[in-house]
């Protein structure tokens, strides 16, 4: 592969990944999908923090956290620090006020970066969640 072809490959990945963001941080995505975009909803992501024996203890990663609904939520229920990491900037400036609300900025944070390059060292964390729907599946919004 040449030079100037990963270029072009690099620059369509971050143009899909700009459409998508943009789509799932709208207030369209919110009133269609609801307030968690997690598969299976907060209760789902609560039933993992069980299965996990999240406590005060633990460091969790929360990759393509969207407005941050699952990642404050986790912290409300188990206590645990959690960091959100979203591509979308309005989605990580909306789940860091929704934070602030509710009361718990002191074990969540949010955070914009690539699901692909995360801004994270190894070893940092004691469990990373993910909305796998999100990542692996595509957008097909921007098709």
Do not use: N
């Not at 100037?4 to 999908?33: G, M, N, P, W």
């Not at 609801?34 to 609560?46: A, N, Q, V």
């Not at 406590?55 to 404050?72: E, F, N, Y």
């Not at 789940?95 to 190894?122: I, K, M």
């Amino acid at each position: 592969m040449d030079a100037q072809h990963e270029i072009q490959v690099e620059s369509d990945a971050v143009e899909i990944k700009t459409c998508c963001a943009t789509a799932y941080q709208s207030d369209v995505a919110r009133f269609l999908l609801g307030d968690s975009f997690h598969p299976g909803g907060l209760k789902l992501t609560e039933h993992l923090g069980t299965l996990l024996h999240l406590g005060p203890q633990q460091r969790v990663l929360d990759v393509a956290s969207g407005q941050g609904k699952g990642a404050i939520a986790l912290a409300q229920r188990f206590g645990c620090q959690v960091l959100g990491i979203e591509y979308g900037t309005e989605a990580v400036k909306k789940a860091t006020e929704t934070a602030t609300e509710v009361g718990v900025t002191h074990l969540v944070t949010f955070q914009q970066g690539d699901a692909e390059r995360l801004p994270v060292s190894d070893g940092t964390f004691d469990a990373v969640i993910a909305c796998l729907d999100r990542l692996y599946r595509g957008c097909t919004t921007c098709e």
